[in-house]
């Protein structure tokens, strides 16, 4: 954190993840995502309004604005009251902070629904849920549901930890740095050849469409024990065995099929315990060529090994390396960002994106202090939308149950259709609601 200017406002720079953000941003790609709970009474706005002013002090680094200098966007302190918004049957829409007196998050509600949208120049799903419990913790202290702060609830009368702020990124080098040297090193950020994308009559601009599916978690830990594999990546592989079906209807030519390659984050936190509150995922893109195959358990045979051999400390710190000596590259550093811009919103959309098929993210299972958890019935994530991918996918567990979200920018449910019908096929119990 630094200061800046004379009225001492602090200003930082984006995380090393965060700075390709406000070169993507636009209506149909709005970097916006979801987190919610949903309490077992109504929610009262008014109280909500001052747990968020008592809180805010506390999370220093999601009350900024969003500037932009000659080299480098970066954050500056923003002291503005912030602003509870009714909810939206269009969630994760493009935020514009001219309306929302500059904040990069909101607060929305309704009914006994408390969600909230950041922008990923902001933070990732583990940064935001830790917000939302303490926001909900607060709320239920002020209704007088509870007495106190139960353990594992960050502390609103400490102050903020310099470590909350770092750049998860550049403090992972900082742990490793004897072992650099020795790492193998990951040539190519992007992979060049181009991946299927599913095509279909896109909705208006603005809308999109979430299909909500409520699983058991037994009825998912069973079946992907048969499976021999972990839940994730039971529901890759179905998201997977449905954009193979879509291709093969959508593109009759066998020899013009393409592999399929799909974006799954990753949560650095479980491989380097640092508390920074920012960005702390990268992701996995395995790629699945359909020529090879033949049955679900062919996909499934695929992604086990390349998981095993993938999500480990060594391979995710040669991405860690590489996706730093980009943003520390001389020729990018000083590069005006007008141009920088221009050359990430070019290298995103022919190299970056079109690397992937679908994407889905699985926040595994939220656990709340059991005084806290006995007001809060239900909770959930949801990804924004994207242009190219057309459908993403949010997974998250809560008490006895996981939810698999869909969200699309496309007409049709093409592959939520298909991994719930599979899924019932399976054995699963599911219910489904959308907006």
């Not at 002291?79 to 607060?107: A, K």
Request: hydrophobic residues 40%; contains cysteine.
């Amino acid at each position: 954190m630094n200061k800046k200017h004379q009225d001492s406002k602090y200003w930082f720079r984006l995380d090393t993840s965060a700075t390709i953000y406000p070169a993507l941003e636009s209506p149909e790609t709005t970097n916006i995502f979801r987190i919610w709970a949903e309490l077992e009474e109504d929610i009262d706005v008014d109280i909500v309004q001052e747990t968020l002013d008592i809180i805010k002090p506390r999370f220093p680094y999601f009350n900024v604005y969003l500037r932009t200098g000659i080299f480098w966007h970066y954050f500056e302190q923003n002291d503005n009251p912030s602003i509870i918004w009714p909810d939206t049957p269009q969630p994760c829409e493009r935020l514009y902070p001219i309306y929302n007196n500059g904040f990069q998050y909101l607060i929305r509600i309704y009914k006994n629904k408390l969600s909230a949208e950041f922008s990923h120049m902001l933070t990732d799903g583990g940064g935001a849920m830790e917000f939302l419990k303490t926001l909900i913790t607060h709320y239920l202290i002020i209704k007088g549901k509870l007495d106190s702060v139960p353990e594992g609830i960050m502390d609103i009368h400490e102050e903020p930890h310099p470590e909350e702020y770092e750049d998860a990124f550049l403090k992972v080098l900082e742990i490793e740095k004897n072992n650099l040297d020795n790492s193998p090193r990951q040539r190519n950020l992007f992979n060049t050849d181009a991946v299927f994308q599913m095509k279909d009559h896109k909705l208006p601009l603005g809308k999109y469409k979430v299909i909500i599916g409520t699983i058991p978690m037994e009825d998912l830990k069973k079946i992907s024990k048969s499976y021999g594999c972990t839940i994730t990546e039971l529901l890759v592989a179905l998201y997977v065995e449905a954009l193979i079906l879509i291709q093969h209807d959508q593109v009759k030519d066998p020899r013009k099929h393409r592999s399929i390659g799909m974006e799954i984050p990753v949560n650095m936190r479980n491989l380097y315990p640092i508390p920074s509150m920012r960005n702390f995922s990268l992701f996995l893109v395995p790629r699945f060529d359909p020529k090879h195959i033949e049955k679900f358990e062919d996909i499934i045979a695929f992604l086990k090994p390349f998981m095993v051999k993938h999500n480990t400390r060594e391979f995710l710190l040669t991405m860690v390396q590489d996706n730093c000596a980009l943003v520390q590259n001389k020729l990018i550093k000083y590069a005006p960002i007008m141009i920088k811009d221009f050359i990430i919103r070019y290298l995103s959309n022919t190299q970056g994106h079109a690397q992937f098929s679908g994407a889905i993210s699985n926040l595994g299972a939220i656990h709340l202090p059991k005084e806290v958890e006995e007001h809060v019935r239900d909770m959930g994530v949801l990804l924004g939308p994207t242009y190219h991918c057309l459908t993403g996918c949010g997974v998250v567990g809560f008490k006895d149950h996981i939810h698999v979200n869909f969200g699309r920018i496309n007409k049709n449910p093409l592959v939520e259709k298909h991994v719930f019908r599979r899924l019932v096929e399976m054995g699963a119990k599911v219910s489904i609601r959308s907006n």
